[in-house]
């Protein structure tokens, strides 16, 4: 599994199979089953979790105590309460496994320690920053700009396999709909 985590690193950095070996010995590599929560709203946020294989997803409790989820994590994608991570505080979201997963975990002294021996490393977070921010500025576009229609078909013509691959309440949860609303959707889809 590893090699996943090697093929991602090399489109952002060059890395020997040497400096690879050194680098992934900064990672502790966990399996967790469907459904397991990784990171607790509330508790300090200690990972940075990077998906080898499987799904994640994070979510918060809304005022009327539903979960609404924010962002999802597929093979190579990271998923953190950033903000949290970085400041080491208490989660404002948690982090579920939607799927058995694999996964990469580092802390942030391992990071640090990973950032000073490995100077690389910081050019490689700052491209995976750099595109998850784009990626949520788009996001946010889409929620404003269209009607919740136009964003469940944009959003299902960018990504049919993972609206097939999440289970339909959580991509509800993700788009701004209902359960309901969006089978409906689905439907209209299929005519």
């Not at 576009?141 to 097939?164: A, C, I, N, R, W």
């Not at 359960?179 to 959707?185: A, D, F, I, K, R």
């Amino acid at each position: 599994m590893s090699q996943v985590f090697k093929k991602h690193l090399e489109k952002f950095i060059s890395v020997s199979d040497e400096e690879f070996e050194q680098i992934l010995s900064y990672f502790k590599t966990i399996r967790v089953p469907k459904k397991e929560i990784l990171q607790q709203e509330g508790n300090l946020c200690r990972y940075q979790f990077f998906v080898l294989t499987g799904c994640l997803r994070k979510f918060l409790l809304n005022e009327k105590g539903v979960e609404v989820t924010t962002e999802f994590a597929l093979e190579t994608w990271w998923m953190s309460d950033n903000r949290a991570f970085e400041f080491q505080t208490e989660a404002l979201f948690s982090i579920q496994a939607v799927e058995n997963s694999e996964i990469l975990t580092i802390d942030l002294e391992s990071q640090e320690k990973l950032y000073r021996d490995f100077p690389v490393m910081e050019r490689y977070f700052r491209f995976v920053y750099q595109r998850a921010f784009a990626a949520y500025q788009m996001r946010l576009k889409y929620l404003y700009t269209m009607s919740k229609e136009d964003y469940f078909f944009h959003f299902y013509d960018l990504y049919p396999g993972f609206v097939q691959r999440v289970p339909q309440y959580l991509l509800a949860s993700f788009l701004g709909l209902t359960p309901e609303y969006l089978s409906e959707l689905r439907r209209k889809k299929r005519s």
